[in-house]
T-cell receptor, first 110, second 113 residues
Framework: QKEVEQDPGPLSVPEGAIVSLNCTYS??????FMWYRQYSRKGPELLMY????GNKEDGRFTAQVDKSSKYISLFIRDSQPSDSATYLC??????????FGTGTRLTIIP | KAGVTQTPRYLIKTRGQQVTLSCSPI?????VSWYQQTPGQGLQFLFEYFSETQRNKGNFPGRFSGRQFSNSRSEMNVSTLELGDSALYLC????????????FGQGTRLTVV
């Protein structure tokens, strides 16, 4: 079993819809949680960073962490075609390396 | 504020050759991590350097090595290149821990022929 599980998709939704992306994990030591967006042939771009459980909102993006369920989510409101990309969850603890999910490919249909 | 800079952006090498990739982190960041990204394997962690010391290491053969300089710039080297080394090599910098607010460069796309 992988430490971090992420549905690879692909996921296609119409423009304006709310998108929900999720990751589950098995290591209860994880305490730092991130979401990255990666466009084709580009480096990943940090979207959201959260520490421990709770919600964090930034514009159209909301990150949720539920440590009791070992489950994190990223919500995108009012989705735009420019949101079409691969979304990667990542997590870590202490001075250990980041552990990534495999990424979910998202397409927003105009 | 300048981002993470990786050079070169593209490289084509022949099997058996060696290659050196460079990463300049964000100013003030002391942790630099390297990743290999391929369509089949996703993001694979290579190693992390902090204050010129390798702090974390992934499961790659000894052909993959790296170092960090006193100004936090980092290089990675791959010797005796194999076709399977063709990938996007990414570096990420963060202030001190490798797993908090890590920012990626645009990557170096290496093609081995």
């Amino acid at each position: 079993q992988k430490e971090v599980e992420q549905d690879p998709g692909p996921l296609s939704v119409p423009e304006g819809a709310i998108v929900s992306l999720n990751c589950t994990y098995s290591n209860s030591a994880f305490q730092y949680f991130m979401w990255y967006r990666q466009y084709s042939r580009k480096g990943p771009e940090l979207l959201m960073y959260t520490y421990s459980s709770g919600n964090k909102e930034d514009g159209r993006f909301t990150a949720q962490v539920d440590k009791s369920s070992k489950y994190i989510s990223l919500f995108i409101r009012d989705s735009q075609p420019s949101d079409s990309a691969t979304y990667l969850c990542a997590m870590g603890f202490g001075n250990e390396k980041l552990t990534f999910g495999t990424g979910t490919r998202l397409t927003i249909i105009p | 504020k300048a981002g993470v800079t990786q050079t070169p952006r593209y490289l084509i090498k022949t099997r058996g050759q060696q290659v050196t990739l460079s990463c300049s982190p964000i100013s003030g960041h002391r942790s630099v991590s390297w990743y290999q990204q391929t369509p089949g394997q996703g993001l694979q962690f290579l190693f992390e350097y902090f204050s010129e010391t390798q702090r974390n290491k992934g499961n790659f053969p000894g052909r993959f090595s790296g170092r960090q300089f006193s100004n936090s710039r980092s290089e990675m080297n791959v010797s005796t290149l194999e076709l399977g080394d063709s990938a996007l090599y990414l570096c990420a910098s963060s202030r001190d821990r490798p797993n908090t607010e890590a920012f990626f460069g645009q990557g170096t796309r290496l093609t081995v022929v």
